[in-house]
């Protein structure tokens, strides 16, 4: 099992930034696969980056260019860096991570079997 514990999130006007964390504990030993899903109101859930334990990521479209997913193994901890933020963006985010090497893609995050409690990101126009 993977305990996951975000943080980060918060309240800015639309074009700021703001940087997630996800601390990892546990079994992280078998994490293939880490990423951030996000969940609106009243929407379904959305993937939006993911990193397979060989560096690679990946993207949804409507955060390319804007947000950066990273991580540092000495701490165990995940990053979303967010910048140029839409009204759009906002929602809950949650932090994701799994052993499954099926896929390491955005919209297969919400899949990974291990979660995070999630982190309210707010946009403001």
């Known amino acids: 099992q993977v305990q996951l514990v975000e943080s980060g999130g918060g309240s800015v006007q639309s074009g700021g930034s703001l940087r997630l964390s996800c601390a990892a504990s546990g079994d992280t030993y078998s994490i293939y696969c880490m990423g951030w899903f996000r969940r609106a109101l009243w929407k379904e859930r959305e993937g939006v980056a993911a990193i397979a334990s060989d560096g690679s990521t990946s993207y949804a479209d409507s955060v390319k260019g804007r947000f950066t997913i990273s991580q540092d193994n000495a701490k165990n901890t995940l990053y979303l860096e967010m910048n140029s933020l839409k009204p759009e963006d906002t929602a809950t985010y949650y932090c994701?991570?799994?052993?499954?090497?099926?896929?390491?893609?955005?919209?297969?995050?919400?899949?990974?079997?291990?979660w995070g409690r999630g982190t309210q990101v707010t946009v403001s126009s």
């Open positions: 994701a991570a799994g052993s499954d090497k099926l896929s390491c893609a955005p919209y297969y995050t919400p899949l990974l079997e291990n």
